[in-house]
């Protein structure tokens, strides 16, 4: 059993900045990419941020050059800083990770329970 509990949510001005964290916990061998991912209302879900385990990342065009992705691979733990926040960030953010559990070595891919951003004035 692997579990994602991500926290740093919130409500925030457009300009603003959030941090997003997500820590795996569990039987876990291995993890290998992680990412974050949302969803607008009425919208489908969308990639925004992946960084593998070796640290090469991949950005949504639309976050470029605000959101930066990155990993403590000792805490198994995945980061979204978010910067310049604008109103059509708003959307629930999804954690997501490719795991190999322990003992099993069987692979995995784990889903967050979702952390809501509001960007807002």
Do not use: H
């Given at each position: 059993?692997?579990?994602l509990?991500?926290?740093?949510?919130?409500?925030?001005?457009?300009?603003g900045s959030?941090?997003?964290?997500?820590?795996a916990?569990?039987?876990?061998?291995?993890?290998?990419?992680?990412?974050?991912y949302?969803q607008?209302?009425?919208?489908?879900r969308?990639?925004v941020?992946?960084?593998?385990n070796?640290?090469?990342?991949?950005?949504?065009?639309?976050v470029k050059?605000?959101?930066t992705i990155?990993?403590?691979?000792?805490?198994?733990?995945?980061?979204?800083q978010?910067?310049?926040?604008k109103?059509?960030d708003?959307?629930?953010?999804?954690?997501n990770?490719?795991?190999i559990?322990r003992l099993?070595?069987r692979y995995?891919?784990?889903?967050?329970?979702?952390?809501?951003?509001?960007?807002?004035s």
């Open positions: 059993q692997v579990q509990v991500e926290s740093g949510g919130g409500l925030v001005q457009p300009g959030l941090r997003l964290s997500c820590a916990s569990g039987s876990i061998f291995s993890i290998n990419a992680m990412g974050w949302r607008a209302p009425g919208k489908q969308e990639l941020a992946a960084i593998t070796g640290g090469n990342t991949d950005y949504a065009d639309s050059g605000r959101f990155s990993r403590d691979n000792a805490k198994n733990t995945v980061y979204l978010m910067n310049s926040l109103p059509e708003t959307a629930v953010y999804y954690c990770a490719a795991v559990a099993s070595f995995l891919e784990v889903w967050g329970q979702g952390t809501l951003v509001t960007v807002s």
